[in-house]
């Protein structure tokens, strides 16, 4: 692996990204969306606008394309706010005895903002590196930062089941019907309920529902023919999931309830169409909710306190697939 470093300009890098498409934050190990708050974002900004010494940008270049590595936070930030996108905190300090603070970036002297533009930073480009590489250089990067223990399992996992992994947070079944948060994307909480669900696949040594349980099993997952066809098969589900579900009761896609929703799907969808599924959906949540003593109680019973406990997690899965059975067994009598 070579490295070469070099200084690229604020207003360069702009360009780079926004017009010329050569900079790119979407390298598969990076971690989702801004972590920053607004006070961190204004002290950097001002760390640029007076001179303090800032980390430099990691890079590595495919294509003709430039990937950040490390550095994104740092960039989106800078580019928000050339943008006008937020005002600095009103804490910000004095800019050479400026009061930038609750500004957006056009109410800057003209001066000032030449100065940003004009601002260079530091670039450490990598080369003639392997996918392992880059894996090794972004964790240990960021091994001392507040990355969550989902998102520097992410950056073991190998850029490419990690692009895979990435392709399927992406899918509409999330977007549209699941619709985590903003904080839960940024914390991973949809890579953590895909690896939950592969997890249901082997409940005799199922373990806990914690997010420690869920690193291990996902560091151990290899990207062999068995785990492309289990993903394969996943994307199956969320497009089952999508047609059976969209608009439908979201009570149950909670993500304590999610792992067991998909992996029945998993299961089931080759046999059952998604009209079946999402008739038994409505009908569970029903019931789930008026806590009727009809099979959707013996569910609940192992949800509340505990939840993540093996025990309780092979329960939900058991419980809610006996349900499911039964439902389609009764309405295929009648």
Not at 20 to 36: A, D, N, V, Y
Not at 121 to 135: G, M, V
Not at 180 to 205: C, G, S
Not at 302 to 331: I, L, N, P, W
């Amino acid at each position: 692996m070579d490295k070469s470093t070099k200084p690229w300009s604020v207003k360069q890098m702009k360009t780079m990204h926004e017009t010329k498409q050569t900079l790119s934050f979407e390298h598969p190990i990076q971690r989702k969306g801004t972590q920053w708050d607004k006070y961190q974002q204004s002290l950097f900004i001002h760390s640029l606008l007076t001179g303090y010494p800032v980390p430099a940008i990691f890079t590595t270049k495919v294509d003709g394309v430039n990937y950040v590595l490390d550095g994104k936070q740092r960039l989106e930030t800078i580019f928000a706010f050339l943008n006008d996108e937020f005002t600095l905190h009103i804490d910000t300090p004095l800019v050479d005895g400026f009061d930038a603070s609750d500004m957006f970036f056009s109410e800057l002297t003209e001066e000032i903002q030449d100065n940003l533009r004009t601002t260079n930073l530091s670039i450490t480009q990598l080369e003639d590196c392997t996918d392992d590489d880059l894996e090794e250089v972004f964790f240990r990067l960021n091994h001392g930062t507040p990355l969550s223990s989902i998102q520097k399992t992410k950056a073991r996992l190998g850029a490419s089941l990690a692009a895979q992994f990435d392709k399927l947070t992406r899918h509409s079944f999330f977007s549209e019907v699941v619709k985590f948060t903003k904080t839960q994307i940024k914390k991973e909480d949809d890579l953590k309920a895909i690896i939950q669900t592969m997890m249901l696949d082997d409940l005799e040594n199922l373990g806990k529902f914690t997010v420690t349980e869920v690193c291990k099993f996902a560091e151990q997952i290899e990207n062999n023919e068995k785990t492309q066809m289990t993903l394969e098969i996943l994307e199956k589900t969320f497009d089952y999931l999508l047609m059976a579900l969209n608009s439908k009761d979201r009570t149950l896609l909670k993500p304590v309830h999610l792992p067991m929703l998909m992996h029945l799907a998993y299961k089931k969808m080759d046999k059952f169409g998604f009209n079946e599924f999402a008739d038994w959906y409505l009908d569970f949540t029903v019931r789930f909710k008026l806590n009727e003593n009809d099979g959707a109680a013996s569910y609940k019973a192992f949800c509340g306190a505990g939840s993540t406990a093996s025990a309780k997690v092979k329960g939900r899965a058991e419980e809610m697939e006996r349900d499911f059975m039964a439902f389609v067994q009764q309405t295929t009598e009648v």
